[in-house]
């Protein structure tokens, strides 16, 4: 499964997301998103603005500027930490030395600032996305790692503090590029290997060896490169973002069973005096974890199980061994010997204990079998 499925699954998408026009500003890696977002997707007109240092964006009028979906902003980490941090080795003889995490807020401060112009302008959905983490400590010695001087950690705290500093503007959000190359492997596209730790961008699969006397094996025998996947999940994340703005496709109930969905094996069979009952280790923990998290993000949480419900009261505890989610969890709970089908009718029939909004709201069934 590709990373952009595996982050932003599409399961449950009815609405188009029908994304018209975005504008993007930043440095030659925005310039590498709009080339191959063009290929992936060449229903989207994309424009271009390079934005290397604070300066002013070109004049748009409100006008122009409501033709677009969104913008997408990327500040380039090589002029929020500039390239004195290549000769770090010096600023120990510096004084008094540069503190790299300030002197990085401070240019996140100017930068942003400029870039947020549009936003400021019209209040245009604004995403803003986060610097890459080197993919090993930069360090002088094994004392430093996740000090203040390892540039791992500064880099860091640097998307916290853009994060914090990007919830200051109305109707902009963060895309954390980030979390897409840690789960789709950095080792794979991101160019620290070969290029400045600052620097924050790809490796292409077609980079020559140049002109040298002996042959060097293709670059990707030494780098393996899987940018194309990055570029998809990058897109699709817009795309997420976007939708989620925009509530599309909301889900509001989610209505689970019991046996071999909430918990393991069977109730009545599986959970005997004097058997091995069954094991809870990874499934069904995180279905617990999701349901306070459905409910945490205002979800309402429900059952349709084909059970018997003085059994279930009386025996959850067994299936459920530890207090991580109740049966006071879920709202409305059908637990009878009736078809499921008629459990969630009745369930909607009694919708009138519920808030109106939810009355025409996108339901999902998480079942075990019919």
């Known amino acids: ?36 977002f063009r290929a992936l997707n060449a229903a989207i ?4 603005v390079l934005f290397n240092n604070a300066m002013d964006l070109p004049t748009r009028s409100t006008q122009e500027l409501a033709a677009y979906d969104l913008q997408y902003i990327q500040l380039p980490l090589r002029s929020i930490l500039p390239d004195t941090v290549v000769r770090i080795a010096d600023n120990d003889k510096r004084d008094p030395p540069i503190v790299w995490l300030e002197l990085g807020k401070q240019n996140i401060d100017r930068m942003l600032d400029k870039a947020m ?11 803003v996305s986060t610097f890459f983490v080197p993919q090993a400590h930069v360090i002088p010695s094994l004392a430093d790692v996740r000090s203040q001087n390892d540039l791992c950690l500064v880099i860091h705290h640097l998307n916290n503090y853009l994060a914090e500093k990007v919830r200051n503007f109305r109707n902009s959000f963060l895309a954390d590029v980030d979390m897409i190359a840690s789960s789709l492997g950095k080792r794979y596209f991101l160019d620290d290997v070969i290029g400045f730790y600052t ?7 077609d980079w020559g060896e140049g002109n040298r006397l002996e042959k060097v094996p293709p670059f990707v025998e030494t780098y393996e490169n899987r940018v194309d996947q990055f570029w998809a999940a990058a897109l699709r994340q817009i795309e997420f973002i976007y939708r989620i703005v925009n509530q599309l496709d909301q889900v509001k109930v989610v ?20 058997t091995k009952w069954p094991h809870f280790h990874g499934w069904p923990l995180g279905i617990w ?24 009261v009386a025996k ?3 299936a459920v061994s530890q207090p991580f989610v109740a049966l006071e969890d879920f709202i409305v709970p059908q637990i009878n010997w009736q078809p499921k089908p008629e459990g969630v009718e009745k369930y909607w029939g009694r919708c009138h204990l519920l808030p109106r909004a939810l009355y025409s709201s996108t339901t999902i069934l998480l079942n075990a079998k019919p």
């Not at 007109?45 to 271009?48: C, I, Q």
């Not at 974890?289 to 003085?310: C, F, M, P």
């Open 117 to 127: 112009a549009y936003n400021r302008q019209s209040e245009l959905l604004t995403i």
């Open 199 to 205: 620097h924050g961008a790809v490796h292409y699969p």
């Open 316 to 318: 959850w505890n067994d």
């Open 45 to 48: 007109h994309y424009d271009h």
């Open 1 to 36: 499964m590709d990373v952009a499925d595996f982050l932003f699954p599409r399961d449950l998408e009815v609405t188009p997301t029908n994304l018209t026009r975005i504008i993007f500003i930043g440095s030659c890696l925005s310039e590498a998103y709009v080339k191959y």
């Open 289 to 312: 974890e999701a349901v306070q998290h459905l409910r945490w993000r205002g979800i309402v949480t429900a059952i349709a199980s084909k059970n018997d419900h003085d059994v279930v």
């Open 255 to 274: 209505i689970f069973d019991l046996d071999n969905t909430l918990w393991r094996g069977q109730l009545v069979e599986d959970y005997q005096p004097g």
